[in-house]
């Protein structure tokens, strides 16, 4: 369970120590404070508890497809619908990328 801290209680400074031994599952000893900025006020606003049960927990009719196969359709769909690429064409900007 995570302990929310003011702000002015955290000092960024001090280092936090973790156990040597690997069955100590307590996890770091990071303290926590309420950020008032906007990714802090969507990062709270996410409903965890739905997300679980909702999303992750779901239960999905076998008869489907998988999300996998989908997408691999979609994409294969995708690339067709592209047509032949001549990859000659697209070795500078290819190299370019590969470089960057």
């Not at 927990?57 to 196969?69: H, I, N, R, Y």
Request: net charge negative.
């Amino acid at each position: 369970m995570t302990h929310i801290h003011d702000k002015s209680e955290i000092d960024l400074e001090e280092n936090t120590v973790q156990s040597d031994n690997p069955d100590d599952d307590d996890g770091p000893r990071h303290k926590y404070y309420k950020s008032e900025k906007l990714l802090g006020k969507l990062y709270r606003a996410v409903d965890e508890k739905k997300i679980w049960f909702e999303d992750i927990k779901a239960t999905v009719p076998t008869g489907d497809a998988s999300f996998w196969e989908q997408f691999i359709a979609y994409a294969q769909a995708e690339c067709k619908a592209m047509g032949k690429l001549n990859w000659l064409d697209r070795q500078e900007e290819a190299e370019r990328i590969r470089h960057a």
